[in-house]
């Protein structure tokens, strides 16, 4: 679990700087196994085209927090992003 969350938090630095580069380089230098990293990068660009000001984190939970089984964990992250 560790792993995955040191990994998420990596992911959701540079998400929430808004940057798409900064989410590539986290997931191609930490190796991160994201689900959908091309669409939240397709996000980032379309948001900051918008005018996107900052992103805030909302919530970020694992599947162990609700199953209580910590042997091998998915990462939920919700993030809303203003102008």
Same mark, same amino acid.
């Given at each position: 679990?560790?792993?995955?969350? #040191?990994? &998420? @938090? @990596?992911?959701?630095?540079?998400?929430?700087? %808004? &940057?798409?580069?900064?989410?590539?380089?986290?997931? #191609?230098?930490?190796?991160?196994?994201?689900?959908?990293?091309?669409?939240?990068?397709?996000? %980032?660009?379309?948001?900051?085209? %918008?005018?996107?000001?900052?992103?805030?984190? %909302?919530?970020?939970?694992? #599947?162990? &927090?609700?199953?209580?089984?910590?042997?091998?964990?998915?990462?939920?992250?919700?993030?809303?992003?203003?102008?």
């Amino acid at each position: 679990m560790e792993i995955a969350e #040191s990994q &998420d @938090k @990596k992911a959701l630095e540079a998400i929430l700087s %808004l &940057d798409p580069k900064n989410l590539a380089r986290a997931v #191609s230098r930490y190796g991160i196994s994201m689900c959908g990293s091309g669409p939240v990068m397709a996000m %980032l660009v379309a948001t900051s085209l %918008l005018g996107a000001k900052k992103a805030r984190l %909302l919530k970020y939970a694992t #599947s162990g &927090d609700i199953t209580g089984d910590y042997e091998a964990v998915v990462g939920y992250a919700s993030v809303v992003v203003e102008k």
